[in-house]
């Protein structure tokens, strides 16, 4: 199956997912340049509830907390968005070393790792599969991470990672508030795109945060530790899982702030 190795990578997920050639892919390298101020664009506003997370699990190809997502007890509203969107998982995205791993650049720059909230429109659908299929299903906030300091809420996810270290396990999870990983300023691009793994369907409102969060070298080196690997199966580590920039094609990136 698919993955980040150069037999089963991103170049080659278009054999088995077509949308990989798609008009609105994701992620995309910013051009602050090209970007168009919105005076329209509201401030973000999101309330999580801390018991909405559930487990964190390994799906082989990164690691992700995984959200109640029965009710709306967590939800992001407002920004670029019309009606209210459903929290259902956080996961990362990291390169083999420091000097780069997220997906989404900004300016060239290409950071050493990125969060992704992922949320579903639970005004207009009745779930997270179906929303996925939708243009307006999903809104997915990217937070760039930078080395440099440690970062104490991300210590929380860190210390929990040994106990998942292979393919398919998973442990319980709660009493976590994802805000707690945002950086201060929630100034933030906004464009239309898709998920950055397959299927890479094309029903993602992004919003990617101006303002990065730093995680120290120690910390992205425990997310390389991770295995791809199942118990029992020949150790491989999971020293990378970012998408490269896709073309812009035919889009905007607007911005919330000047
Ligand atoms: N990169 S993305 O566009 O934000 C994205 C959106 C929705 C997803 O389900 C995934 N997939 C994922 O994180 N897989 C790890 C956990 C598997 C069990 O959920 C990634
Ligand atoms: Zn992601």
Do not use: M
């Not at 995309?28 to 699990?57: C, H, N, Q």
């Not at 009710?71 to 670029?80: C, K, M, N, Q």
């Amino acid at each position: 199956s698919w993955g980040y190795q150069d037999h089963n990578g991103p170049e080659v997920w278009h054999e088995l997912f077509p949308l990989a050639n798609g008009d609105r892919q994701s992620p995309i390298a910013i051009k602050s340049s090209e970007v168009k101020y919105d005076p329209f664009l509201r401030p973000l506003s999101f309330s999580y509830d801390l018991t909405s997370p559930k487990v964190i699990l390994n799906c082989g190809y990164a690691f992700s907390i995984e959200c109640d997502d029965t009710e709306d007890r967590s939800v992001l509203r407002a920004g670029p968005l019309k009606g209210s969107y459903r929290l259902r998982q956080l996961h990362f995205h990291w390169g083999p070393t420091d000097d780069y791993g997220s997906e989404h650049t900004v300016d060239g720059l290409e950071f050493a790792a990125e969060l992704h909230v992922v949320h579903w429109n639970s005004e207009k659908y009745p779930c997270f599969v179906d929303a996925a299929q939708q243009p307006d299903g999903l809104a997915i906030v990217g937070v760039l991470v930078k080395a440099g300091e440690h970062n104490s809420p991300l210590q929380k996810v860190i210390n929990v990672l040994d106990v998942i270290k292979t393919k398919g396990s998973q442990v319980a999870f709660t009493n976590f508030d994802p805000s707690s990983l945002f950086p201060e300023s929630l100034d933030y691009w906004t464009y239309h795109g898709s998920l950055t793994v397959p299927p890479l369907l094309e029903s993602v409102i992004w919003i990617v945060l101006r303002q990065p969060i730093t995680a120290s070298s120690e910390q992205l080196a425990t997310f390389r530790s991770l295995l791809c690997s199942a118990k029992g199966e020949p150790a491989c580590c999971l020293l990378s899982n970012c998408r490269p920039p896709q073309p812009l094609r035919n889009r905007h990136v607007r911005a919330f702030f000047h």
